[in-house]
T-cell receptor, first 113, second 116 residues
């Protein structure tokens, strides 16, 4: 297992609500990336945080936002939840050196009803 | 924009046999990284193998090897001596400069089933 942990593992929310997902990065890693994996699809890049600053964003609306803390753990916040937000959300930590292995957590399964 | 295509939604192989998973990609970059990740039912993505585009030699990790054809933009994964534990989703992924973004672009995956 990697040192990347995500919480919670499963979550059910109602359309229109807000949700916060958490990720603790592997020791020594200063970069955290978030991905959305819809059922039967590959992960899609949401955004990345490097040393507490957003460092790249995919094609996701502003209601997807995040934070990185001084210990390099991270949060993903999604406002005004929609049914299509139902997915597995994966967090990956890396060294920020570029091209190196990203270590993934086990994900948070979000269901929006 | 870069794209990654995996044309085999599902594959199956008997234990101890060899199987090859296909991946093609599209990019105008000359240097980049390619990866194969494995996602077992536990959902955690695990790196299988990594290839740097400027290296002509194909990467190898124990029973896993790749056939990297840069001109054809092809990056296939060969699994030799397949084991039951190899049963999983396999994703091909691409990373382009600037590398400090560490953004991975994934294909849609191939579900591999290894039968006894």
């Amino acid at each position: 297992e990697t040192g990347v942990t995500q919480s919670p593992t499963h979550l059910i929310k109602t359309r229109g609500q807000q949700v916060t997902l958490r990720c603790s990065s592997q020791s020594g890693h200063n970069t955290v990336s978030w991905y959305q994996q819809a059922l039967g699809q590959g992960p899609q890049f949401i955004f990345q945080y490097y040393r507490e600053e957003e460092n790249g964003r995919g094609n996701f609306p502003p209601r997807f936002s995040g934070l990185q803390f001084p210990n390099y753990s991270s949060e993903l916040n999604v406002n005004a939840l929609e049914l299509d937000d139902s997915a597995l959300y994966l967090c990956a930590s890396s060294s920020g050196q570029g091209g190196m292995e990203a270590f993934f957590g086990q994900g948070t399964r979000l269901t929006v009803v | 924009a870069q794209t990654v295509t995996q044309s085999q939604p599902e594959m199956s192989v008997q234990e101890a046999e060899t199987v090859t998973l296909s991946c093609t990609y599209d990019t105008s970059e000359s240097n980049y990284y390619l990866f194969w990740y494995k996602q077992p039912p536990s959902r955690q993505m695990i790196l299988v193998i990594r290839q740097e585009a400027y290296k002509q030699q194909n990467a190898t990790e124990n029973r896993f090897s790749v056939n990297f054809q840069k001109a054809a933009k092809s990056f296939s994964l060969k699994i030799s001596d397949s084991q039951l534990g190899d049963t999983a989703m396999y994703f091909c992924a691409f990373m382009k400069p600037p590398y400090n973004t560490d953004k991975l672009i994934f294909g849609t995956g191939t579900r591999l089933q290894v039968f006894p």
